[in-house]
């Protein structure tokens, strides 16, 4: 569960409505990105609503929100999972009032809870020193001794101001997002269940209308098994780029088409109310399961159909 820490100190610039305005953008873009890998753990934790965040001096967010082509990404971020004030993310009990953690002499709140919790450091790249994929802090912490010293030591926090560096955390990201999605996989106990969370569990993946009515008829033996194989199709579409595999993505488990006598059965109604192949398929144990899916090659996903017994069998 990644949790992404505003950096408070990026949001205190003099810099033009403009610059400002780019900042933003690129960094709402890295959250998004992060939100793509986990969309079910991410958690934006900032030192104020989301909606009350002054940017910089004299520029609150809302002038951001006005300004041309940032509408879509506004309306994605809003729905996002956020808490405030900073504590709110720390353990129920737990102040860290004992440490407190500096970047080039000044205190950062937000990437010292970043760093305390394990999350991941935000910030607008108005200032050069914040565009980078990892920040080294400061830290200091009282010591329990006669003295009532303290300890001073050098930390590093995970950090992204744009999507690129993003890039160099995911296999850290995904890593987080597969453990916690193995986990509510395996809590499941039917197809319905296992229906509910699909939106936040594989949230690239798509499913046709008749999908849920599938999902819904599978055997209780059946619903670990489709949900892990989701969470592989998940993984393999999220790496896909189409342009270097024009024809499908890296699969993570046995995936192929269908055989040309069997493609008269893997037709079924589409989003768009007609009748499509859907002959990409997988297994799942204990046999004869079976999975039904077409690519969308322009969306960069896949879209399912079907989820049961292996049709005609």
């Not at 990026?10 to 992060?34: E, F, H, Q, W, Y």
């Not at 590093?156 to 296999?171: I, Y």
């Not at 949230?203 to 599978?218: D, G, N, V």
């Not at 079976?290 to 969308?296: G, I, S």
């Amino acid at each position: 569960m990644p949790q992404l820490f505003l950096n408070e100190k990026s949001c205190g610039t003099k810099a033009d409505p403009d610059r400002v305005n780019r900042a933003m953008t690129d960094m709402v873009r890295a959250v998004l990105a992060v939100a793509r890998e986990d969309r079910a753990g991410t958690l934006l934790v900032s030192g104020e609503p989301v909606t009350a965040l002054q940017l910089a001096q004299g520029h609150a967010i809302q002038k951001w929100i006005g300004s041309p082509g940032t509408k879509d990404l506004w309306q994605r971020l809003a729905i996002l999972q956020s808490k405030w004030p900073l504590r709110e993310a720390f353990p129920e009990g737990e102040t860290h009032a004992d440490v407190e953690y500096r970047h080039d002499g000044d205190a950062v709140e937000g990437l010292g809870a970043a760093h305390l919790t394990g999350g991941l450091g935000i910030s607008l790249p108005v200032d050069s020193r914040w565009d980078t994929d990892r920040l080294t802090l400061v830290r200091e912490e009282l010591v329990d001794d006669e003295d009532g010293g303290s300890a001073v030591t050098e930390v590093d926090v995970v950090h992204a101001a744009r999507r690129e560096h993003v890039a160099t955390h995911l296999p850290w990201i995904r890593r987080g997002a597969n453990s916690a999605r193995q986990k509510a996989v395996e809590s499941l106990r039917s197809g319905t269940e296992l229906w509910a969370r699909c939106p936040e569990l594989f949230p690239t993946l798509q499913f046709t209308p008749l999908a849920e009515q599938h999902f819904a008829e599978l055997a209780e033996v059946w619903v670990r098994p489709v949900g892990e194989r989701l969470g592989e199709l998940q993984d393999a579409v999220s790496d896909w780029d189409p342009a270097r595999q024009p024809i499908a993505p890296q699969w993570r488990s046995y995936v192929r088409t269908e055989f040309e006598s069997r493609r008269r059965l893997c037709w079924f109604p589409d989003t768009d109310g007609k009748n499509h192949l859907f002959d990409w398929h997988c297994d799942f144990l204990p046999k004869p399961g079976r999975m039904h899916f077409r690519l969308l090659h322009e969306e960069r996903t896949l879209r399912i159909a079907y989820a049961g017994r292996k049709l005609d069998v």
